[in-house]
Nanobody
Framework: QVQLVESGGGSVQAGGSLRLSCAIT????????MGWFRQGAGKQREAVAD???????TYVDSVKDRFTISRDNAKNILFLEMNSLKPEDSAVYYC?????????????????WGQGTQVTVSS
């Protein structure tokens, strides 16, 4: 059974930075797509960033040039480096693993997800 545990969330002021980590345990293909979703209060869940088995990344427009997704396949850890944070980035952030090579922007296409970590950005 694959398990995902996020860490690194917290409260920061606008313009600050946070680095989220997701520790992944269990049997998993090393080239599986991984990603991050978020859900703010009263908002729909949205795909933030993903990375496929070759390291190709995609981002939602609102975080481009501010967030960076990366993965350490040897240690089975997924990261999300978040810079220049804005109040609208406040949300619960979820780590997800699809289980196949191709990535998707749809939550329902992912087989595994973590419990989430809260990010709060104050103005």
């Amino acid at each position: 059974q694959v398990q995902l545990v996020e860490s690194g969330g917290g409260s920061v002021q606008a313009g600050g930075s946070l680095r989220l980590s997701c520790a992944i345990t269990g049997r998993l293909d090393s080239d599986s797509c991984m990603g991050w979703f978020r859900q703010g209060a009263g908002k729909q869940r949205e795909a933030v960033a993903d990375i496929d088995g070759e390291g190709k990344t995609t981002y939602v427009d609102s975080v481009k040039d501010r967030f960076t997704i990366s993965r350490d396949n040897a240690k089975n850890i997924l990261f999300l480096e978040m810079n220049s944070l804005k109040p609208e980035d406040s949300a619960v952030y979820y780590c997800v693993v699809r289980g196949i090579y191709l990535c998707s922007r749809s939550w329902s296409d992912y087989a595994f997800w973590g419990q989430g970590t809260q990010v709060t950005v104050s103005s």
